[in-house]
């Protein structure tokens, strides 16, 4: 009866110890829970974004966040040198690009609390409404509407080099 109950218990190890490692694979190969600056950017992700065809031509990412938990086609929303760029797999329409120049008003909804995120709602010229998500972690969320409200200002880029 003994050898059943140490054979139970090291096939339970063996199990969880499978599941757990398993789970951590699986999380780690996702977006981390803040804001990427530019160039930190995982290659991964930006090669995602360019083979959706997503950036133009010497187009450089300024800040990236992804609220997916495994693959960021299910949620991905970027700032450029040039446009605000939203993408969600689960969108009738799953990729949104607009340049600073359509951009009629940013309202914000800053949070603090890493369980909650900052909401950014996005009105442009020809009446599209947008909201989307961005983690406040690192206090990058600020940075992202500040460049997003510089490019609104001025879609110059070298008047977006002085907010970063």
């Known amino acids: ?4 109950i140490i054979g139970v218990i090291a096939i339970a190890a063996i199990l969880g110890a499978l599941v757990i490692g398993g789970g951590l694979i699986l999380v780690s190969s996702g977006p981390d829970t803040y804001i990427y600056a ?14 959706l065809g997503l950036l133009s031509e010497g187009e450089s990412i300024r800040y990236f966040y992804s609220d997916a938990l495994f693959d960021i ?10 446009h605000l760029i939203l993408y969600s797999d689960t969108w009738a329409e799953p990729e949104t690009v607009i340049p600073f120049d359509t951009i009629e008003s940013v309202d914000v909804v800053y949070n603090e609390s890493f369980f909650v995120d ?10 599209l409404d947008v909201s989307f998500p961005l983690s406040s972690e690192r206090g990058l ?15 110059d880029a070298e008047r977006l080099e002085a907010v970063d």
């Not at 009866?1 to 059943?4: A, E, T, V």
């Not at 900052?118 to 009446?127: A, F, N, Y």
């Open 118 to 127: 900052t909401w950014v709602q996005v009105l442009t010229e020809d009446g």
């Open 1 to 4: 009866m003994r050898k059943i």
């Open 141 to 155: 969320d600020k940075r992202f509407v500040a460049l997003l409200e510089a490019g609104l200002e001025d879609p």
């Open 73 to 82: 086609k299910d949620g991905f929303y970027l700032v450029t040198d040039r």
């Open 38 to 51: 530019g160039g930190q950017t995982p290659a991964r992700f930006v090669k995602t974004v360019r083979s």
